[in-house]
């Protein structure tokens, strides 16, 4: 998977610019808060309808504009795709071959990518919220049927979280099982997902852990809880979960169990690597979990996704710089850095630089 070309209209800092990327390494250049981010969230943003970086879409639109536009086409197995999102102050329209999407799930994972910055540091040492979102986006651009679920069960939630904030006990406890049932099913589906994942994630994790470390760690990654059999098993202790929660949930006004409060434990050399760890052994652990991602999607849909390094490899020494490096081979890469001579110790790359908002021909 390749993208040939991206347009960015009054987004961000760039009023209309068109970059054009190859197959190989693309580094992107320039001074400290001239777009060179911007440019690296536009994509990822294409491919998971969600910046890594803000909570509303309106904080993507140029100052001033009225709109702001992205649109990219890329070239995969099954030949050329035109992806474009049009966002709006309150609103966002987005388009697949040019054909209007009204679902999100349909547009998510036409092009996928995997995003790492030096901000990536959160999925190791802040709260559980970082690694469920990094679970929901990673397995959402794989999986269609897994984007649904996840958006089926957050409706329903927010149904029963209203429920649990009425005055009449009686009413709740008569109402709840209704809500349950659903969101078990649900849950279910999304909670199989993530067991079957993360099989994968921590295999792969711990192999590019060991090599960024010369096998002087061990990284291993597992769900914090664990649910046995199938989808329908996974259900009925779900359903149990639930209703031994009931006096609690009420008193808390909330769901207090399920796959929106749940975590995964990341352990270097057994060890809690959010309460252990040093910076440098949890930017390797969460680098390590995004090459993890990247050997994921290759096998999943038979290719790789684009792998974006923003400002990465000045957060390396040396050594881990090669190592990394080596590692994108054979992948398309949209590497940020403010000097380019200074980590790629000659390898070949298309290098774009950007002032402004605007790329320096």
């Known amino acids: 998977m390749v993208i040939k070309k991206l347009t960015l209209k009054n987004f961000r800092n760039y009023e209309d610019e068109t970059f054009e990327f190859t197959d190989g390494l693309n580094i992107l250049t320039g001074q400290n808060a001239q777009g060179k981010t911007n440019c690296a969230e536009a994509v990822f943003y294409l491919c998971t309808g969600a910046s890594l970086r803000i909570r509303h879409d309106r904080q993507l639109i140029?100052?001033?504009?009225?709109?702001?536009?992205?649109?990219?086409?890329?070239?995969?197995?099954?030949?050329?795709?035109?992806?474009?999102?049009?966002?709006?102050?309150?609103?966002?329209?987005?388009?697949?071959?040019?054909?209007?999407?009204?679902?999100?799930?349909?547009?998510?994972?036409?092009?996928?990518?995997?995003?790492?910055?030096?901000?990536e540091l959160r999925l190791i040492q802040d709260?559980?919220?970082e690694r469920?979102?990094?679970?929901?986006?990673?397995?959402?651009?794989?999986?269609?049927?897994?984007?649904?679920?996840?958006?089926?069960?957050?409706?329903?939630?927010?149904?029963?979280?209203?429920?649990?904030?009425?005055?009449?006990?009686?009413?709740i406890l008569d109402t709840l099982p209704v809500w349950d049932e659903q969101l078990a099913a649900y849950a279910a589906r999304i909670l199989a997902r993530r067991r079957e994942y993360l099989v994968s994630l921590s295999r792969y994790a711990a192999e590019a852990h060991a090599f960024l470390t010369d096998g002087a760690e061990v990284l291993t990654i597992a769900a914090e809880?664990?649910?046995a059999g199938g989808e329908d098993e996974i259900a009925r202790t779900f359903l149990k979960e639930l209703g031994a929660?009931?006096?609690?949930?009420?008193?808390?006004?909330?769901?207090?169990?399920?796959?929106?409060?749940?975590?995964?434990?990341?352990?270097?050399?057994?060890?809690?690597?959010?309460g252990f760890s040093s910076q440098g052994q949890a930017r390797t652990a969460a680098l390590s979990m995004k090459l993890a991602e990247v050997e994921i999607f290759r096998n999943v849909s038979g290719e790789a996704p684009v792998l974006i390094l923003d400002d990465v490899l000045s957060e390396l020494d040396l050594p881990r710089r090669k190592k990394l490096l080596s590692c994108v081979k054979g992948v398309q890469c949209i590497l940020t850095c403010t000097h380019a001579e200074r980590v790629l110790y000659g390898a070949e790359s298309n290098r774009i630089r950007i002032r402004g908002g605007k790329i320096v021909r």
Do not use: W
């Open 225 to 227: 809880r664990e649910y």
């Open 127 to 129: 709260g559980p919220e």
């Open 245 to 274: 929660s009931y006096e609690r949930d009420i008193r808390l006004g909330f769901t207090s169990v399920g796959p929106h409060r749940d975590d995964i434990k990341i352990l270097i050399d057994g060890a809690d690597a959010r």
């Open 62 to 119: 140029r100052r001033g504009a009225e709109c702001a536009r992205v649109s990219a086409v890329l070239e995969n197995a099954y030949g050329s795709t035109a992806l474009e999102a049009a966002i709006f102050e309150s609103r966002r329209e987005l388009y697949l071959n040019g054909n209007r999407v009204t679902r999100s799930v349909d547009f998510v994972g036409n092009m996928k990518s995997v995003f790492f910055s030096p901000g």
């Open 132 to 171: 469920r979102r990094f679970l929901n986006l990673s397995i959402s651009q794989t999986s269609r049927e897994y984007g649904a679920a996840l958006l089926r069960y957050q409706r329903i939630l927010e149904q029963r979280n209203n429920l649990l904030k009425e005055r009449d006990a009686n009413f």
